[in-house]
């Protein structure tokens, strides 16, 4: 699996980091697992074509001393389907300016 990890956060910074997925994305569904949903504004031709797949999101998995975004593209809709795929670049860059974003709004330095 591709995935996009920060290791190394103390507990003060994961707290922070939980309160803030909790009150942008919802409390998570398993585990430490968020959903994050994907702007439709970069979806793939495959992705805006499969309306029925429809919201797509990146996982987040949250647990104390690191963060893991998955890098693939998925639905809640399904399991196997031709528009879950790996992030694109510009995908990739998305969730990466977005947990940048993050941690400069809740001033954590990694």
Not at 31 to 51: E, N, V
Not at 94 to 110: G, H, T, Y
């Amino acid at each position: 699996m591709k995935q996009y990890v920060i290791d190394e956060i103390r507990l003060q910074e994961y707290e922070k980091i939980k309160a803030y997925l909790d009150m942008n994305f919802g409390d998570p569904e398993i585990g430490g697992i968020y959903w994050i949903p994907l702007d439709a504004g970069i979806l793939t031709d495959t992705q805006k074509a499969h309306a029925d797949c429809q919201p797509f999101y990146f996982a987040i998995d949250l647990a104390e001393g690191r963060m893991t975004c998955e890098l693939l593209v998925r639905t809640k809709n399904r399991i196997r389907c031709d528009c879950i795929a790996y992030a694109t670049q510009e995908q990739h860059s998305w969730l990466i300016r977005l947990v940048d974003a993050m941690f400069e709004q809740l001033e954590i330095k990694m």
